[in-house]
């Protein structure tokens, strides 16, 4: 059983998941339009991960007895100076995700809602996993600068990137 506040909360970060999908999305056009399709790949892969998280926590919220609601969200940034900028806004954007994760788990805590607080350890290691990989990414674009082949090569890298929808349970 969840709370008001709980299910308040839950429901809050699953508007967060889908609202990532669709600044992914966003962020894939960006590279579309910069002939970076490997990039713009990657973040479609990222998009559809995000849909997943999103997914959860719709099925965890009604599998407790819950109720979902559906939240509308600001439209997310199109245009980026840089690859560089790209990256740097998606990190700040998962800093902000791994925080609201982080305060949905005191809560959860504070609450002494066992399932809750299993369901949501998943996520918290997940954003150990992407604010990582955003991380390295956005260094290496750094690291790259202006240099064209660099960019082009880190652009084949990141294509070969597939999205592997998760397991049952996972």
Known sequence: MLSPKLQDALNEQMKNEFFSAYLYMAIAGYFESEDLPGIAS?????ALEEMTHGEKFFNFITDAAGRTDFRGFEAPRNEFASPVEAFKYSLKHENFVTDSINKLM???????????????QWFVTEQVEEEASFGLILRKLERIGNDGNGLLRLDEELGARVFVPPTAGA
Do not use: Y
């Open 106 to 120: 005191d809560l959860a805590k504070a609450e002494s809602n066992h399932a809750a607080q299993i369901f949501l």
């Open 42 to 46: 990657w973040m479609r892969v990222q």
